[in-house]
């Protein structure tokens, strides 16, 4: 009979397919995203066939030893960014010792926090690449320039880390309080974080439990590996438990957190306390010269409650204000004496220091980052600045009725005044005539002789115990912000001890300071903490509650669904392949007794199912036991050999093309021998198992398939040309390649 031929897809088809793919996707495809991701993490930037792993089998035992150090990398840089960003209160201070140290004022603390910024990003870069190609079952290969930079981070980050555990171990006391202002907001937003999680952890496990299943339906169909294949149902199960318990149980605590949890802003608004008052640190430095009368006088026109300042005494017993150990930084020495520039203050003369000028350095260089620029006004007073004597101040208090609290420096060892120094100041401050009752006494010697020649004083102590603190009649305090750490200092609140806190920059730590009941803070950034008009952060208990709960309920309600669609997806295609393997089975059995005869060309070995993601597919590869008179013909998709049940080799073949309609029951499984069934029934890989699926919803949905049908002139004679027999008739499906179809 005439062959008739019927192609699948025309090749002009094809090509106005290819014109009518946007470009975007010839640019970027899934090729082009793992080449991406292959070359930043292994630095080979080739596109070529990735060599995919094994079940439990993600790289080599080199990069499995070395993947926990960049692990240990990640959460060291991450914990160094946390800790330097929550010390933001402390930027100045610390761009002040790096000036003490090098004489050179720049915003150093800026600088180390971008140097930590790129090694955490550096590091957490590599982490998700390595996520992402395990995600696509490719095998890990960090290269070696990578390695060497973890090591060098992981080197960095201890010396930082033993910086901190040496000499700045109260950053830890930090944050410890900025995790007591921020712990609803990080709990609330660790439960959302579990639920991105759970995606491609209930896909994993998901996955892990269809693999058991199929695993487990395999050892039924073959005994002689069942204590094998039991060993490895195991070790799934165990994966499982590893992966899924910590989460868990990490979601579990989560979930329960707000039972132990204590945060101070969360309370209720009628037992919020008053809000803090200011002491005006040096004046108000973000908008003047630090201690020089516009700074002070700033800081009383933004509500100052008090004013805090440094004082010296000169070389001729007039005190003044000056808060470094030379003039450097705040006068331009330099310029009128360089070689005196690390000279002690105290060792100048009062008309020598009145000389300088304590204003200009603030137009040129910014002490504070981020602060607002100054008007042109405020530019041509602020370089006009003097130093002050302390006279000035106190002068200034009185006329606005402020606190005046400051530091007395000792003067040099060969000053005049080394041993008198606290007497004079004392007489300093009688004479200018100043209400006593205005004056915070802070220093701590000679503190009899200061009661008794100033009884109005008010005595402010520092942190010492409550016992010695009443028995010397003590009733405030000058303490770092960081012992708020401890319990809120509620022992020193309960002995109706005041307590002034320094020094409080930031709106969370002042939020933090007004819900725990603090008098007053020392501020630099008056402007901003002033316009405060309730604490960051702060909630009501019930409204915690409230989000509390309907967090832990969408949440749950989200993971649930989430975990049952990768099982719902998971068991469909382990429906479809059961089913599959079933109609095999049956039809491999019902052929078992005709295999045993001679049936030539109807026992057509296979290979195992993880060749079909070959390509291109052959006639050759998958069917090797047709005659080459059938396989010449590449353009056909369906290829039905009719089997005699007594072979004659002298016989001819006659070869018929039909094309079958839409419908008609013509799409059939692939029937292999005995032999062929037992190696498919090996365990089935996931990229195999989704070409199959993918190949087969193809084909029915398409219907579109020529098929050819080889009979034999024996069986013609016997029965009609349109009796089909599973018995009889087994059908080849071959996918054609784009080259093959034209």
């Known amino acids: 009979m005439p062959m008739k031929a019927n192609k699948i897809e025309p090749q002009s088809q094809t090509r106005k397919q290819k014109k009518d793919t946007p470009w975007i996707l010839h640019i970027f495809n899934h090729k082009c995203f793992v080449t991406t991701i292959i070359g930043c993490y292994s630095c080979h930037w ?49 761009d002040w010792v790096i000036f003490i140290g090098t004489g050179l004022w720049f915003f150093w603390s800026i600088v180390l926090l971008s140097f930590l910024g790129i090694l955490a990003a550096y590091t957490s870069l590599l982490l998700v690449l390595g996520i992402l190609l395990l995600w696509e079952g490719i095998e890990l290969y960090l290269h070696w320039c990578h390695k060497t930079l973890i090591l060098l981070v992981i080197v960095i980050c201890s010396f930082f880390f033993w910086i901190l555990f040496t000499y700045w171990k109260d950053r830890w006391l930090t944050v410890g309080l900025s995790l007591q202002v921020f712990a609803p907001y990080i709990h609330l937003s660790s439960i959302a974080m579990m639920v991105i999680l759970s995606w491609p952890l209930a896909f994993y496990l998901i996955h892990l439990e269809g693999e058991a299943r199929i695993r487990r339906y395999q050892m039924t169909c073959n005994e002689r590996k069942r204590n094998k294949r039991c060993n490895v149902l195991t070790k799934l199960r165990a994966l499982q438990v590893a992966i899924g318990l910590p989460f868990f149980l990490i979601l579990l605590c989560l979930y329960l957190l707000p039972l132990g949890n204590f945060s101070p802003c969360v309370q209720e608004k009628n037992k919020l306390a008053p809000k803090p008052d200011f002491f005006g640190h040096r004046g108000a430095p973000m908008l003047g010269p630090e201690n020089t009368i516009m700074s002070f006088e700033k800081a009383v026109e933004h509500g100052a409650y008090g004013l805090e300042s440094d004082v010296h005494i000169s070389y001729d017993h007039v005190p003044f204000l000056m808060h470094d150990s030379d003039l450097r930084r705040t006068t331009n020495i330099k310029e009128v004496l360089p070689d005196a520039s690390l000279t002690h203050p105290s060792l100048f003369d009062w008309d020598f220091l009145s000389s300088l000028n304590a204003g200009k350095w603030f137009s040129h260089i910014k002490p504070f980052f981020g602060m607002k620029p100054l008007s042109k006004a405020d530019r041509e007073r602020a370089g006009n600045q003097k130093i002050p004597k302390l006279t000035e101040l106190l002068e200034l208090a009185q006329k606005e009725k402020k606190f005046v609290i400051f530091d007395l420096n000792g003067p040099a060892p060969n000053h005049s005044l080394r041993a008198l120094y606290v007497r004079h100041v004392v007489s300093i401050i009688l004479d200018s005539q100043i209400e006593q009752h205005l004056i915070f006494w802070l220093p701590n010697f000679e503190r009899e002789y200061v009661k008794k020649k100033a009884p109005g004083f008010q005595q402010v102590g520092r942190l010492l115990p409550v016992e010695r603190l009443t028995k010397e009649n003590i009733t405030r305090i000058n303490a770092d912000y960081k012992n708020l750490f401890y319990n809120g200092m509620r022992e020193y609140r309960a002995a109706n001890i005041s307590i002034n806190l320094y020094l409080v920059n930031e709106p969370w730590l002042f939020s933090l300071a007004w819900c725990s009941r603090i008098p007053s803070v020392t501020t630099d950034n008056i402007q901003v903490l002033n316009e405060m008009t309730q604490p960051s952060y702060f909630m009501t208990p019930k409204y915690y509650l409230l989000v509390w709960i309907l967090m832990d309920i969408l949440s749950a309600v989200f993971i649930v669904a989430i975990f049952y669609f990768h099982w719902w997806k998971e068991s469909k295609q382990e429906k479809f392949l059961k089913s599959t393997s079933i109609h095999t089975e049956s039809l491999s059995t019902s052929l078992g007794t005709g295999n045993s005869k001679n049936q030539g060309p109807s026992c057509i070995p296979i290979d195992p199912v993880s060749r079909v ?91 579109t398939f020529s098929s050819i049908d080889v009979s034999h002139p024996q069986k013609q004679t016997e029965r009609p040309s349109n009796t089909k027999s599973s018995e009889e008739s087994l059908s080849v499906f071959i996918t054609s390649s784009p080259s093959s179809s034209s």
């Open 613 to 703: 993601t070959e390509i291109p597919w052959t006639h050759a590869a998958l069917s090797p036991a047709l005659t080459k008179n059938v396989r010449k013909y590449p353009d056909s998709s369906c290829v039905s050999v009719v089997p005699m049940k007594k072979a004659s080799k002298s016989e001819p073949v006659s070869k018929t093309i039909k094309t079958p309609a839409p419908g008609e029951g013509n799409i059939r499984q692939l029937v292999p021998t005995l032999k062929a069934s037992e190696s498919i029934q090996a365990p089935v890989q996931e990229s195999a198992r989704e070409a199959i699926f993918q190949s087969l919803s193809a084909v029915k949905a398409n219907g």
């Open 46 to 94: 080739k596109i070529r066939q990735e060599k995919k792993f094994k079940h439990g089998q993600c790289c080599s035992l080199r990069e499995r030893l070395f993947y926990p150090y960049l692990v240990i990398s990640f959460c060291m840089s991450v914990l160094l960014v946390f800790v330097w960003v929550e010390s933001s209160n402390e930027y100045n201070g610390f």
